[in-house]
Nanobody, 121 residues
């Protein structure tokens, strides 16, 4: 059974930085894509950033130039470095992995439990 565990949320002032991490635990799997989504109160969950198995990244327009996604395949971990944070970045952030179980070809989506990021003075 694969589990994703997030860490790194919290309260930060506008203009500040935060680093989110998400690690997958379990055995007999490989990871295709890794991504971060967020959901603000009253809004739909939206993609923030994605990184493929080959290291190709994709960012929401709101994240470009301020956020950086990276992955450590040896540790099954994805990190989102966020800087120049704005109040509108306030949301619950969720990691999302495309997991391929040993012996299978297709992805299964796994989600972290969510971590609150609040940007406020």
């Amino acid at each position: 059974q694969v589990q994703l565990v997030e860490s790194g949320g919290g309260l930060v002032q506008p203009g500040g930085s935060l680093r989110l991490s998400c690690a997958a635990s379990g055995s007999d799997f490989s990871i295709n894509y890794m991504g971060w989504y967020r959901q603000a109160p009253g809004k739909q969950r939206e993609l923030v950033a994605l990184i493929t198995a080959r290291g190709i990244t994709n960012y929401a327009d709101s994240a470009k130039g301020r956020f950086t996604i990276s992955r450590d395949n040896a540790k099954n971990t994805v990190t989102l470095q966020m800087s120049s944070l704005k109040p509108e970045d306030t949301a619950v952030y969720y990691c999302n992995f495309g997991i391929i179980a040993s012996g299978r070809r297709s992805n299964s989506d796994y989600w972290g439990q969510g971590t609150q990021v609040t940007v406020s003075s």
